[in-house]
């Protein structure tokens, strides 16, 4: 497996750097939905804060991943 990351290493990084605007764009949604009463109401609070919570985690990983696989270097 770490002789293909070379080669995939720029598909990779192009996939994920595409995808963390989205879950950025969710996670700007979600704080939108937090502070709305009606929100609250009608999908509970803790559910929301709870997947903003997930996506958060999840773009933190992002991150590192593409910080960690960029500096990867094949010897």
């Given at each position: ?11 990779c990084l192009a996939f ?49 991943t593409i910080i960690t ?6 010897s």
């Amino acid at each position: 497996m770490p002789a293909s990351i070379p080669r995939m290493k720029i598909v990779c990084l192009a996939f994920l750097a595409s995808a963390l605007p989205l879950v950025m764009d969710n996670v700007n949604s979600l704080w939108f939905l937090i502070r709305s009463e009606t929100a609250n109401m009608v999908f509970d609070y803790h559910r929301i804060a709870c997947a903003q919570a997930g996506l958060m985690m999840v773009g933190v990983g992002n991150m590192a991943t593409i910080i960690t696989m960029g500096a990867y270097q094949h010897s």
